[in-house]
T-cell receptor, first 119, second 117 residues
Framework: DADVTQTPRNRITKTGKRIMLECSQT?????MYWYRQDPGLGLRLIYYSFDVKDINKGEISDGYSVSRQAQAKFSLSLESAIPNQTALYFC??????????????????FGPGTRLTVL | AQKITQTQPGMFVQEKEAVTLDCTYDTSDPSYGLFWYKQPSSGEMIFLIY??????QNATEGRYSLNFQKARKSANLVISASQLGDSAMYFC??????????????FGQGTILTVHP
């Protein structure tokens, strides 16, 4: 079973609709992230959460909101979808290592992605 | 602010040959980590290798090695003995240790690698 799951895997919607993408993890990690991937731009950070009570905007948060319902769940919402939000969306998790968190082996584990198309 | 640059949109390599994928970075953080991820056509992100800015030796993981040149701010990925299954998109990414970059990954634009038989 996958450690990081995303639902739905594919979604087609219309401009103006509200959409929620969900992410669940069984890794026990405290940190969760939402990215979007566009061709030629790599992955860009939308929102991130270092624990249930800590949510932060990333590089491209406009038009998005998030909810951290529990340590294992982090949802991304598009309040009123627009065509330029068509992209591949990834959820990721990581774990803080040590109080000072000196950079060490600390990869992010990605979900399988959600392909969203806004018509 | 952090920035990752991958200047090769696409690369081609013959099966069993070695290939180097370029990555340069810019950061003001004294401590940072560099990552490479592979994204096959199926879309998932697969972690390949990690290099810490204070690590004395270049990282290696099987056929993957990271050519880390701190003074040049480069972290190139070297894949030895290429296989057909290596055909994929490859992303370089950086994580900072301080300020607004703390704990967050910044990605490059990616390089599409095609391995020819």
């Amino acid at each position: 079973d996958a450690d990081v799951t995303q639902t739905p895997r594919n979604r087609i919607t219309k401009t103006g609709k509200r959409i929620m993408l969900e992410c669940s993890q069984t890794k026990g990690h405290d940190r969760m992230y939402w990215y979007r991937q566009d061709p030629g731009l790599g992955l860009r950070l939308i929102y991130y959460s270092f624990d249930v009570k800590d949510i932060n905007k990333g590089e491209i948060s406009d038009g998005y909101s998030v909810s951290r319902q529990a340590q294992a769940k982090f949802s991304l919402s598009l309040e009123s979808a627009i065509p330029n939000q068509t992209a591949l969306y990834f959820c990721a998790t990581s774990v803080r290592r040590g109080r000072t968190d000196r950079i060490s082996y600390n990869e992010q584990f990605f979900g399988p992605g959600t392909r969203l198309t806004v018509l | 602010a952090q920035k990752i640059t991958q200047t090769q949109p696409g690369m081609f390599v013959q099966e069993k040959e070695a290939v180097t994928l370029d990555c340069t970075y810019d950061t003001s953080d004294p401590s940072y980590g560099l990552f490479w991820y592979k994204q096959p056509s199926s879309g998932e992100m697969i972690f390949l290798i990690y290099q810490g800015s204070y690590d004395q030796q270049n990282a290696t993981e099987g056929r993957y090695s990271l050519n880390f040149q701190k003074a040049r701010k480069s972290a190139n990925l070297v894949i030895s003995a290429s296989q057909l299954g290596d055909s994929a998109m490859y992303f370089c990414a950086m994580k900072g240790a301080g300020g607004t970059s703390y704990g967050k990954l910044t990605f490059g634009q990616g390089t599409i690698l095609t391995v020819h038989p």
